[in-house]
Protein backbone atom coordinates (compact mmCIF):
# COMPACT_ATOMS: atom_id res chain seq x y z
CA UNK A 1 0.00 0.00 0.00
CA UNK A 2 0.94 4.05 0.26
CA UNK A 3 1.71 5.77 2.87
CA UNK A 4 -0.66 9.02 2.30
CA UNK A 5 -0.20 10.38 5.47
CA UNK A 6 1.18 14.35 5.39
CA UNK A 7 2.12 14.02 9.22
CA UNK A 8 2.53 11.85 11.96
CA UNK A 9 0.60 12.89 15.16
CA UNK A 10 -0.55 10.12 16.76
CA UNK A 11 -1.24 6.21 16.72
CA UNK A 12 -4.96 7.14 17.06
CA UNK A 13 -4.98 8.58 13.56
CA UNK A 14 -3.79 5.54 12.32
CA UNK A 15 -5.24 2.75 10.75
CA UNK A 16 -4.07 -0.81 11.61
CA UNK A 17 -2.65 -1.32 7.67
CA UNK A 18 -0.29 1.86 8.39
CA UNK A 19 1.06 0.75 11.51
CA UNK A 20 1.86 -2.61 9.60
CA UNK A 21 3.06 -0.53 6.53
CA UNK A 22 5.13 0.89 9.13
CA UNK A 23 6.34 -1.92 11.42
CA UNK A 24 6.89 -3.82 8.09
CA UNK A 25 9.34 -0.78 6.63
CA UNK A 26 11.02 -0.31 10.32
CA UNK A 27 12.27 -3.94 9.71
CA UNK A 28 13.56 -3.71 6.65
CA UNK A 29 15.94 -0.87 7.75
CA UNK A 30 17.40 -2.91 10.84
CA UNK A 31 20.09 -4.02 8.80
CA UNK A 32 21.29 -0.92 8.10
CA UNK A 33 22.43 -0.65 11.80
CA UNK A 34 24.66 -3.27 11.07
CA UNK A 35 26.32 -2.46 8.55
CA UNK A 36 29.83 -1.25 8.77
CA UNK A 37 29.11 2.18 6.91
CA UNK A 38 25.28 3.05 7.99
CA UNK A 39 24.41 5.07 5.56
CA UNK A 40 22.20 4.64 2.50
CA UNK A 41 21.30 7.48 -0.22
CA UNK A 42 17.47 7.00 0.58
CA UNK A 43 16.79 10.81 1.49
CA UNK A 44 19.76 12.96 0.05
CA UNK A 45 18.88 16.29 -0.44
CA UNK A 46 16.28 16.15 1.98
CA UNK A 47 16.22 18.27 5.35
CA UNK A 48 15.25 17.28 8.88
CA UNK A 49 14.76 19.98 11.89
CA UNK A 50 14.56 18.35 14.83
CA UNK A 51 12.57 21.22 17.05
CA UNK A 52 12.82 19.96 20.68
CA UNK A 53 10.97 22.54 23.63
CA UNK A 54 11.59 19.91 26.05
CA UNK A 55 14.74 17.87 27.30
CA UNK A 56 15.27 14.39 25.25
CA UNK A 57 17.98 11.99 24.81
CA UNK A 58 16.32 8.61 23.33
CA UNK A 59 14.34 10.33 21.01
CA UNK A 60 16.12 13.47 19.71
CA UNK A 61 19.43 11.34 19.29
CA UNK A 62 17.56 8.46 17.43
CA UNK A 63 15.32 11.05 15.13
CA UNK A 64 19.46 12.52 14.39
CA UNK A 65 20.46 9.21 13.70
CA UNK A 66 17.60 7.93 11.81
CA UNK A 67 18.48 11.18 9.51
CA UNK A 68 21.85 11.15 9.04
CA UNK A 69 21.72 7.42 8.09
CA UNK A 70 19.41 8.52 5.21
CA UNK A 71 22.06 11.02 4.72
CA UNK A 72 18.98 13.34 5.46
CA UNK A 73 20.28 17.00 6.18
CA UNK A 74 19.28 16.84 10.02
CA UNK A 75 19.36 20.11 11.93
CA UNK A 76 18.54 20.30 16.03
CA UNK A 77 17.13 22.81 17.86
CA UNK A 78 16.13 23.41 21.27
CA UNK A 79 14.24 25.93 23.12
CA UNK A 80 17.00 26.69 25.29
CA UNK A 81 19.86 27.63 22.28
CA UNK A 82 17.09 29.51 20.45
CA UNK A 83 15.12 32.29 19.90
CA UNK A 84 12.22 30.97 22.17
CA UNK A 85 14.12 32.73 24.95
CA UNK A 86 13.80 36.21 23.42
CA UNK A 87 10.18 35.56 23.25
CA UNK A 88 9.36 34.49 19.69
CA UNK A 89 6.08 32.64 19.34
CA UNK A 90 5.79 28.88 18.46
CA UNK A 91 4.12 29.58 15.61
CA UNK A 92 7.11 32.46 14.33
CA UNK A 93 9.51 29.99 14.98
CA UNK A 94 7.74 27.60 12.88
CA UNK A 95 6.99 30.45 10.25
CA UNK A 96 10.66 31.22 10.32
CA UNK A 97 11.60 27.43 9.84
CA UNK A 98 9.01 26.68 6.73
CA UNK A 99 10.77 29.48 5.14
CA UNK A 100 14.15 27.47 4.99
CA UNK A 101 12.02 24.65 3.09
CA UNK A 102 12.74 21.68 5.27
CA UNK A 103 10.77 18.63 4.05
CA UNK A 104 10.10 17.44 7.90
CA UNK A 105 9.80 19.05 11.16
CA UNK A 106 9.91 16.70 14.36
CA UNK A 107 8.54 18.39 17.28
CA UNK A 108 8.41 18.03 20.87
CA UNK A 109 6.72 20.20 23.08
CA UNK A 110 4.91 20.65 26.42
CA UNK A 111 1.78 21.92 25.17
CA UNK A 112 -0.76 19.22 24.18
CA UNK A 113 -1.71 19.14 20.72
CA UNK A 114 1.35 21.69 19.00
CA UNK A 115 2.18 19.60 16.20
CA UNK A 116 -1.42 19.65 15.61
CA UNK A 117 -1.71 22.67 15.07
CA UNK A 118 1.88 23.36 13.17
CA UNK A 119 0.47 20.49 10.83
CA UNK A 120 -2.37 22.89 9.61
CA UNK A 121 0.21 25.77 9.61
CA UNK A 122 2.15 24.43 7.74
CA UNK A 123 3.12 22.60 4.13
CA UNK A 124 6.06 20.42 5.48
CA UNK A 125 5.82 17.29 6.96
CA UNK A 126 5.44 17.37 11.06
CA UNK A 127 6.21 14.48 13.46
CA UNK A 128 5.05 14.19 16.88
CA UNK A 129 8.27 13.31 19.33
CA UNK A 130 5.96 13.64 22.15
CA UNK A 131 3.20 16.46 22.78
CA UNK A 132 2.29 17.44 26.84
CA UNK A 133 0.67 14.24 28.73
CA UNK A 134 -1.05 13.68 25.04
CA UNK A 135 0.71 11.24 22.42
CA UNK A 136 4.08 10.11 22.10
CA UNK A 137 3.18 8.14 18.55
CA UNK A 138 7.10 7.06 17.69
CA UNK A 139 7.73 5.20 20.76
CA UNK A 140 4.24 3.32 20.71
CA UNK A 141 5.43 2.13 17.83
CA UNK A 142 9.04 1.45 18.55
CA UNK A 143 7.41 -0.88 21.55
CA UNK A 144 4.98 -2.39 19.53
CA UNK A 145 7.86 -3.47 16.93
CA UNK A 146 9.89 -5.12 19.59
CA UNK A 147 6.70 -6.78 21.05
CA UNK A 148 6.37 -8.11 17.39
CA UNK A 149 9.43 -9.07 17.32
CA UNK A 150 10.18 -11.08 20.57
CA UNK A 151 6.76 -12.52 20.64
CA UNK A 152 6.35 -13.20 16.60
CA UNK A 153 2.78 -11.13 17.18
CA UNK A 154 0.66 -8.51 18.88
CA UNK A 155 -2.62 -9.93 18.64
CA UNK A 156 -4.09 -11.94 21.63
CA UNK A 157 -0.99 -10.75 24.37
CA UNK A 158 -1.76 -9.83 27.69
CA UNK A 159 -0.07 -6.43 28.11
CA UNK A 160 0.71 -4.77 30.99
CA UNK A 161 1.42 -1.13 31.85
CA UNK A 162 2.20 0.34 35.34
CA UNK A 163 2.94 3.09 36.72
CA UNK A 164 2.15 7.07 36.51
CA UNK A 165 -0.49 6.32 33.49
CA UNK A 166 -2.17 9.91 34.06
CA UNK A 167 0.55 11.72 33.25
CA UNK A 168 2.08 9.41 30.20
CA UNK A 169 2.03 9.94 26.44
CA UNK A 170 3.71 6.70 26.24
CA UNK A 171 0.81 4.77 27.74
CA UNK A 172 -1.94 6.85 25.85
CA UNK A 173 -0.28 6.00 22.50
CA UNK A 174 0.39 2.38 23.31
CA UNK A 175 -3.42 1.94 24.66
CA UNK A 176 -4.27 3.05 20.82
CA UNK A 177 -1.78 1.06 19.46
CA UNK A 178 -1.81 -2.30 21.16
CA UNK A 179 -5.57 -2.52 20.89
CA UNK A 180 -5.82 -1.60 17.27
CA UNK A 181 -3.52 -4.51 16.63
CA UNK A 182 -5.54 -7.08 19.16
CA UNK A 183 -3.23 -7.44 22.23
CA UNK A 184 -5.17 -6.80 25.63
CA UNK A 185 -4.03 -4.05 27.71
CA UNK A 186 -3.90 -4.22 31.91
CA UNK A 187 -3.21 -0.80 33.63
CA UNK A 188 -1.88 -0.77 36.85
CA UNK A 189 -0.61 2.32 39.20
CA UNK A 190 -2.31 4.83 42.10
CA UNK A 191 -5.49 5.90 42.08
CA UNK A 192 -4.10 8.87 41.85
CA UNK A 193 -2.16 8.20 38.95
CA UNK A 194 -4.90 6.49 37.20
CA UNK A 195 -7.56 9.35 34.45
CA UNK A 196 -10.84 8.80 35.37
CA UNK A 197 -13.00 6.82 33.14
CA UNK A 198 -10.13 5.51 31.22
CA UNK A 199 -11.53 1.86 31.22
CA UNK A 200 -13.47 4.00 28.27
CA UNK A 201 -10.81 3.09 26.12
CA UNK A 202 -11.17 -0.33 25.92
CA UNK A 203 -8.59 -1.67 29.11
CA UNK A 204 -8.95 -3.34 32.45
CA UNK A 205 -7.93 -1.19 35.27
CA UNK A 206 -6.41 -2.41 38.51
CA UNK A 207 -4.68 -0.24 41.88
CA UNK A 208 -2.52 -3.15 42.76
CA UNK A 209 0.51 -3.71 40.46
CA UNK A 210 0.74 -8.35 41.32
CA UNK A 211 -3.51 -8.24 39.71
CA UNK A 212 -2.15 -6.57 36.74
CA UNK A 213 1.05 -8.50 35.93
CA UNK A 214 -0.53 -12.44 36.65
CA UNK A 215 -0.23 -14.31 33.10
CA UNK A 216 0.92 -11.16 31.82
CA UNK A 217 3.34 -11.95 28.04
CA UNK A 218 4.60 -7.87 28.66
CA UNK A 219 5.22 -5.69 31.24
CA UNK A 220 5.80 -2.11 30.57
CA UNK A 221 7.15 -0.07 33.38
CA UNK A 222 6.77 3.53 33.24
CA UNK A 223 8.52 6.40 34.92
CA UNK A 224 6.48 8.54 37.60
CA UNK A 225 5.86 12.15 35.79
CA UNK A 226 7.48 14.59 38.57
CA UNK A 227 7.71 16.89 35.99
CA UNK A 228 4.01 17.16 34.69
CA UNK A 229 2.83 17.04 38.32
CA UNK A 230 1.90 20.18 39.89
CA UNK A 231 1.04 18.25 43.31
CA UNK A 232 2.00 15.98 45.38
CA UNK A 233 -0.07 13.05 44.56
CA UNK A 234 1.51 9.97 46.13
CA UNK A 235 3.70 9.97 49.90
CA UNK A 236 6.96 9.33 48.90
CA UNK A 237 9.83 7.33 46.39
CA UNK A 238 10.08 5.21 48.66
CA UNK A 239 6.74 3.99 49.64
CA UNK A 240 6.06 3.86 45.55
CA UNK A 241 8.54 1.21 45.05
CA UNK A 242 6.92 -0.76 47.96
CA UNK A 243 3.99 -1.21 45.84
CA UNK A 244 4.97 -0.53 42.10
CA UNK A 245 8.67 -1.66 41.47
CA UNK A 246 8.81 -4.75 39.08
CA UNK A 247 11.53 -6.94 40.95
CA UNK A 248 12.16 -10.71 41.05
CA UNK A 249 9.59 -11.53 43.29
CA UNK A 250 6.61 -10.32 41.68
CA UNK A 251 7.76 -11.00 38.06
CA UNK A 252 6.86 -14.72 38.90
CA UNK A 253 3.38 -14.08 38.14
CA UNK A 254 4.04 -12.97 34.65
CA UNK A 255 4.32 -15.78 32.43
CA UNK A 256 7.74 -17.33 32.07
CA UNK A 257 8.71 -15.95 29.06
CA UNK A 258 7.42 -12.38 30.02
CA UNK A 259 9.63 -9.57 28.34
CA UNK A 260 9.86 -6.31 30.33
CA UNK A 261 9.98 -2.94 28.71
CA UNK A 262 10.73 0.25 29.90
CA UNK A 263 10.23 3.71 27.48
CA UNK A 264 13.06 5.49 29.68
CA UNK A 265 14.82 6.94 31.09
CA UNK A 266 14.81 4.55 34.56
CA UNK A 267 14.63 5.22 38.20
CA UNK A 268 16.04 2.08 39.21
CA UNK A 269 14.62 1.27 42.51
CA UNK A 270 11.78 3.24 41.90
CA UNK A 271 9.55 1.55 39.13
CA UNK A 272 12.14 -1.53 38.46
CA UNK A 273 14.65 -3.18 40.25
CA UNK A 274 18.14 -2.80 39.03
CA UNK A 275 18.56 -6.70 38.16
CA UNK A 276 15.25 -7.04 36.34
CA UNK A 277 16.23 -4.07 33.72
CA UNK A 278 19.24 -5.75 33.21
CA UNK A 279 18.27 -8.91 33.31
CA UNK A 280 18.75 -10.21 29.29
CA UNK A 281 16.34 -13.07 29.81
CA UNK A 282 13.28 -10.63 29.96
CA UNK A 283 14.51 -7.13 29.83
CA UNK A 284 14.21 -5.61 26.16
CA UNK A 285 14.71 -2.01 27.22
CA UNK A 286 18.03 -1.26 24.65
CA UNK A 287 16.09 -3.58 21.79
CA UNK A 288 13.43 -0.30 22.38
CA UNK A 289 16.09 1.75 21.74
CA UNK A 290 17.77 -0.07 18.52
CA UNK A 291 14.18 -1.03 16.75
CA UNK A 292 13.63 3.56 17.47
CA UNK A 293 16.26 4.32 14.99
CA UNK A 294 14.88 1.98 12.46
CA UNK A 295 11.19 3.13 13.57
CA UNK A 296 12.35 6.82 12.48
CA UNK A 297 14.17 5.54 9.49
CA UNK A 298 10.94 4.09 8.55
CA UNK A 299 9.10 7.45 9.38
CA UNK A 300 11.19 10.26 7.68
CA UNK A 301 11.37 7.87 4.34
CA UNK A 302 7.39 6.98 4.71
CA UNK A 303 6.61 10.95 4.55
CA UNK A 304 9.04 12.14 2.07
CA UNK A 305 7.52 9.78 -0.51
CA UNK A 306 10.14 6.58 -0.20
CA UNK A 307 7.29 4.01 -1.09
CA UNK A 308 6.13 5.59 -4.36
Given at each position: ????????????????????????????????????????????????????????????????????????????????????????????????????????????????????????????????????????????????????????????????????????RVA??????????????????????????????????????????????????????????????????????????????????????????????????????????????CSV???QVN??????????????????
Amino acid sequence: MKFEKKDILGIKELTVDEINLILETAESFLEISTREIKKVPTMRGKSVINLFYEASTRTRTSFEIAGKRLSADTINISASTSSVVKGETLIDTARNLEAMNPDVIVIRHSAAGAPHMLAKLLRQSIINAGDGAHEHPTQALLDMMTIKEKKGRIAGLKVAIVGDIMHSRVARSNIYGLSKMGAKVVLAGPATMLPRNIEQMGVVVHTNLEDAIIDADVVMMLRIQLERQNQSIFPSLREYSQHYCLNRTNIQLAKKDVIVMHPGPINRGVEISPDIADDPSCSVILDQVNNGVAVRMALLYLLTGGNE
